[in-house]
């Protein structure tokens, strides 16, 4: 079945006129970016030179992609919006919620047992509202958005951080927190500053032991975790040409670890191959067409310099095998010199686990390679030494993979194979003695390595490379061991060599699955029920958050200043709290519980500054919500990297933090912090970190004349009876300060396309808002006890249904 087909169309028949006119506006050549970018302007949104880094602007994506974990709290404010149906395609995919332990089946069977609730309430909602649901143990969203939905030129949002791979089929596709997503699902424009450009020049060819992914962790090493923030990275050149389009994917998956908003490549003969062998010929006939339009105009490439912000160049031919971590995705090793910085930093050598798979990298051809080397394993009489794993990235490769032999190799080496789901990349892994916290070291293809990620244990050094690299450090099972260059000893006692993996782009019998998982909504679902149980610990109807009272915030105390990287793993565990995700109040338990507490230097443990104790941060935090105390929280450098769970920034709206304040902060993080209602600031004086003290009690002034950059001040008041005044930015526009104001953007939302107010009456738009949010807290004061119970809530959202109009 091909998704779309008539929305492609259109897209591609609009689009030459669109370019024409935005390479007029902006008046001279333009890059695939920007042809994108400029082709899906929302239809509210004038045509101009948009500032790169410095304009919001409004887009209209042509997609909505969601994930089992991120799509409860997505679709929960979707049901509040008063929606009848999603107005832009959209999907939800379950893929987060199966623990891996004995394998795929075992596995699959205990998650829709233990997860039944949740998928059934994901199932209903996309039944009801016209999503297309893709049920556990299809595969991870963005391997079967690749296969499926993914196009070039297209434009699509997702939940999920790595909604970014579909660059690698010519897209623009950016990860989001739920709120954007809800967004674009009622039919609203989308807001972004408009992205910076990076260039990457490739030239040469990939040979012998390096793959794609080493082209990203090498780029990962050059732009560092927030060298690519607020830009988009486009890759081109001859060496772009000779990748595989999956390989493309992988690069592109993994820019959402450089802080890249995302990645993308111009349409070539690769995605050509990939579109007909994934069985949408009719998307790359169409393609054809107006192919000039899905790449960058040619003085472009001729001259990045002059186009791009920043342009990089990687020579393909030289490119070495690369192995980033421990902790970090950017520090990467080639592997020449692995041997000396293991024994310089005293990483333990001896490899316990490899890991394949995941979403990053679990195409026929990363698997193809692998089994390649799995296969020698056999041939050359050699035992593999850490245990291995597979996580395929969808129904349709496991299915083919297995029909072409590759899982049998595979079982010849003792791997597990686990179900088509992220798993152990997101800390969904049962692993045997983990909770022992023992020093240890694991390698895998996924994309994050951060510490306790995968599984929960602070101890394991997780290093990322290539499928390829990983099997064959696996078979080694030492980190000393570099395929190129050294001898393995086998079970004879001999000398032997791997050679270089080899494999195939795509099947060359074609892809095949029996099953793919996939149900479509029904085409009325206005019969459909949906059922949140009010006694769920799974699920839980979201209750407005409170508008901004109108005054200064004062007598804040600090929650916690969180020393070092803080991302979302950090405030947000996931693991086994993913359960929690559909949730709020429950999730809220585990705020915070990765930071280190600068003071000190201990893992959740903070001062309540009302008793003088130390104990867990939410534990803290909700003392201070008892007393009706706000606090703030405050951080290091690039604050909230890594994932788009806007659970890391509803926890602390949920529990009463007021701000949240660092030395700067990650692009997702911060847009869901202001969409939650959330004061998101960054100190004018990096320095002034350090002037904050664990028992200060906290003023932000100017709250009352709150404006685009127009900076807000801090007065610290220090235990000793000192008071120090400190400057803080924010990069706040007009409408996300009315989201402040009304508490939340979904606030504001009640019922009415955003698309309807006009940009030049926001002053009167931002008294509306905080008057209808000031009559909604009247009304709930004159019916105390209208709490958010199931029938209320869902006969609410049944009575707005009836009265919303549909946009288009
Ligand atoms: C991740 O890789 O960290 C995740 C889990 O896929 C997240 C989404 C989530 O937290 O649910 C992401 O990358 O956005
Ligand atoms: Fe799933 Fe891992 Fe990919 Fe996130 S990075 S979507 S957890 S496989």
């Not at 506006?25 to 239809?43: A, F, Q």
């Not at 101009?48 to 404010?77: C, H, I, W």
């Not at 296969?147 to 897209?171: C, K, Q, R, W």
């Not at 008071?723 to 009315?738: F, G, P, T």
Request: proline share 4%; with cysteine.
């Amino acid at each position: 079945m091909v998704f779309d087909l008539d929305m492609i169309k259109a897209l591609y028949a609009a689009m030459p006129g669109r370019i024409a006119k935005a390479r007029k506006v902006v008046g001279k050549p333009l890059t695939l970016s920007e042809k994108i970018l400029y082709s899906h302007l929302h239809s509210d949104q004038k045509l101009e030179n948009f500032g790169r880094g410095k304009s919001y602007v409004d887009f209209a994506p042509d997609r909505v992609a969601m994930q089992d974990a991120t799509a409860q709290m997505a679709l929960l404010q979707f049901m509040s919006a008063g929606r009848p149906k999603v107005a832009v395609p959209s999907t939800v995919h379950c893929d987060h919620l199966i623990v891996a332990k004995v394998g795929a089946k075992d596995d699959l069977t205990n998650a829709n047992t233990e997860s039944k609730e949740v998928f059934n309430f994901l199932s209903s909602v996309s039944n009801k509202y016209g999503l297309g649901f893709w049920k556990p143990g299809a595969g991870i969203i963005h391997q079967v958005v690749l296969e499926n939905y993914a196009f070039p030129g297209g434009m699509m949002i997702g939940t999920d951080s790595h909604t970014v791979n579909a660059g690698g089929l010519g897209m623009v596709a950016i990860g989001v927190g739920g709120a954007d997503a809800v967004d674009v699902m009622a039919g609203m424009a989308w807001e972004l500053k408009f992205p910076k450009l990076i260039g990457v020049k490739l030239t040469g060819k990939l040979n012998g032991w390096t793959a794609s992914k080493d082209i990203i962790l090498k780029v990962a090493g050059i732009l560092t975790v927030k060298g690519g923030t607020g830009a988009i990275v486009e890759y081109f050149g001859d060496g772009a040409i000779n990748l595989s389009c999956t390989g493309k994917g992988t690069i592109c998956n993994m820019g959402a670890e450089i802080g890249a908003t995302t990645s993308t490549f111009g349409y070539d003969n690769s995605m050509e191959r990939y579109l007909i062998a994934t069985g949408r010929a009719e998307v790359a006939r169409m393609a054809n067409k107006i192919k000039e339009h899905l790449t960058a105009d040619p003085e472009v490439y001729q001259s990045p310099e002059k186009y791009f912000n920043q342009v990089i160049e990687i020579n393909l031919s030289e490119l070495e095998p690369h192995l980033n971590g421990p902790f970090t995705p950017d520090l990467a090793t080639p592997i020449s010199k692995l041997k000396d910085e293991a024994a310089k930093n005293g990483w333990p050598t001896k490899i316990e686990v490899g890991l394949i798979g995941s979403c990053t990298n679990s195409s026929y051809e990363d698997i193809s390679r692998s089994a390649s080397l799995a296969k020698q394993v056999a041939d050359k009489g050699l035992k593999t030494k850490a245990v291995f794993t597979i996580t395929p990235g969808s129904e349709q490769v496991r299915y083919t993979i297995e029909r072409d032999g590759f899982i049998n190799t595979f079982d010849k080496i003792g791997a597990k194979v686990f179900a088509n789901a992220c798993g152990p990349c997101i800390g969904m892994w049962a692993r045997v003695g983990a909770e022992r916290k023992e020093k240890n070291t694991i390698v895998h293809s996924f994309n994050r390595n951060f510490q306790s990620r995968n599984d929960g244990n602070p101890n394991t050094y997780a290093f990322v490379g290539s499928p390829e690299l990983v099997t064959a450090l696996a078979i080694a099972g030492d980190l000393n061991f570099n395929p190129l260059t050294d001898y393995l000893t086998n079970e004879r006692g001999e000398k032997v060599k791997l050679d270089p993996p080899t494999g195939d782009e795509l099947p060359s019998k074609g892809f095949d699955v029996k099953d793919p998982g996939f149900q479509a909504p029904a085409k009325d679902g206005s019969k459909v029920q949906v059922a949140v149980s009010p006694t769920s610990d799974r699920l839980q109807l979201l209750a407005p958050f409170k508008a901004w009272e109108g005054v200064d915030l004062k007598g804040l105390r600090l929650l916690i200043k969180a020393k070092g990287k803080c991302t979302t793993d950090h405030i947000s565990m996931a693991g086994k709290w993913l359960k929690f995700r559909g949730h709020l109040d429950n999730i809220s338990n585990n705020l915070l519980i990765g930071a280190t507490n600068f003071f000190n230097e201990k893992i959740n443990s903070v001062r309540n500054n009302l008793t003088g104790q130390f104990d867990e941060v939410p534990k803290v935090q909700r003392a201070y919500k008892a007393q009706g105390i706000g606090s703030i929280v405050v951080g290091d450098e690039n604050y909230g990297e890594g994932s788009s769970r806007e659970h890391a920034a509803m926890e602390p709206r949920h529990l009463g933090v007021r701000a949240i304040l660092v030395k700067s902060f990650a692009r997702i993080h911060e847009t869901n912090l202001k969409k939650q209602g959330m004061l998101a600031l960054t100190f004018a004086n990096k320095e002034d970190y350090n002037k904050i003290k664990e028992d200060d009690i906290i003023d932000i002034v100017g709250l009352t004349s709150f404006s685009p950059d127009k900076p807000l001040s801090l007065t610290l008041n220090h235990s000793n009876g000192s008071k120090e005044s400190i400057s803080v930015n924010h990069s706040y526009n007009a409408n996300q300060i009315l989201w402040f104001r009304a508490g939340s953007a979904l606030n504001l939302m009640g019922g009415k396309p955003k698309a309807a107010k006009k940009k030049t009456a926001k002053k009167a738009v931002a008294k509306k808002a905080v008057k209808k949010v000031a009559a909604k807290k009247k009304a709930k004061k004159a019916a105390p006890k209208a709490k958010a119970s199931k029938k209320k809530v869902v006969k609410k959202a049944a009575a707005k249904k009836k009265g919303a109009k549909k946009k288009k």
